[in-house]
């Protein structure tokens, strides 16, 4: 009967959402640390104005470069991420018209492929997304701690995360218990494999670096006794996280 009630769950929770929210792509690249300052300035310059032009078209909801700040496997692993949330996953967006923005800007001079590496691609639904009442995205989401569960019932810790953490995380924002300023989720549509055993990933926004490296919340915030029952004995396997620093932001509500 549990098991049946999961999926249930699970169903009306992906239905719900699916026809509410676009779909979002992590891109993990990889760049050399000599070419990270070209590969920046061609995120920021050339293909931020075009994300702008898609946003505006309505092909995208929401387009960042993150870069990612320590961590393991430095030498070979991902350092930037790019997100991109479409309106329409089989349209896309319109990637070929950063050309003619350029009209004086040779391709090769755009492009980023011949400077970077492709590691993966992560395909994500978004959930939850909050942030303190006096917050300025622009000013204060300037790092994100992204932590990857890995779950035996991923119903029962997107429940936990909707009931029980958003509202406290929402009320330490409020009492000022927390130097976070914002927090979100999504849920994993794919891949799903040995390699890549996680679910569900959520979110915690910083305006600084040593914030998001610091216990986001104060000593003396008070958590009911009980809150985290059943939250440890869920997990199938250790949370994977790593801090980035937001580079570039485009959505239509706020650019960075």
């Known amino acids: ?121 992560v395909f994500l639904r978004g959930l939850n997304h909050i942030q303190g009442e006096n917050v300025d995205p622009p000013k204060d989401f300037n790092f994100v701690r992204i932590i990857y569960h890995n779950t035996k019932n991923n119903g029962m810790h997107l429940a936990f995360e909707s009931d029980k953490w958003k509202p406290m995380v929402e009320k330490a924002m409020a009492d000022g218990k927390t130097t976070m300023k914002g927090w979100g989720n999504s849920q994993i549509i794919s891949p799903e494999s040995d390699d890549f055993p996680y679910s569900t990933i959520s979110y915690d926004l910083f305006s600084s670096l040593h914030d998001a490296l610091s216990p986001a919340f104060s000593e003396d915030m008070t958590i009911p006794d009980g809150f985290f029952d059943g939250l440890n004995e869920n997990y199938e396997g250790p949370r994977n996280s790593n801090v980035f620093r937001v580079v570039t932001v485009v959505t239509p509500e706020w650019s960075k």
Request: charged residues 20%; hydrophobic residues 40%; proline residues 2%.
């Open 1 to 121: 009967m549990k098991n049946v009630f999961t999926i249930l769950f699970t169903c009306v929770l992906s239905l719900q959402f699916a026809m509410a929210q676009g779909i979002t792509t992590y891109q993990y690249r990889r760049v050399a640390p000599a070419d990270m300052d070209d590969y920046l300035k061609r995120e920021t310059t050339y293909w931020k104005t075009w994300a702008e032009a898609e946003v505006k078209k309505g092909n995208l909801l929401f387009w960042a470069i993150l870069q990612r700040i320590g961590g393991m496997n430095q030498e070979n692993g991902s350092n930037i991420l790019i997100i991109n949330t479409f309106k329409d996953i089989d349209k896309g967006a319109d990637w070929g018209s950063v050309d003619a923005m350029f009209p004086n800007v040779k391709m090769e001079d755009i492009q980023t492929w011949d400077i970077s590496t492709n590691r993966a691609s």
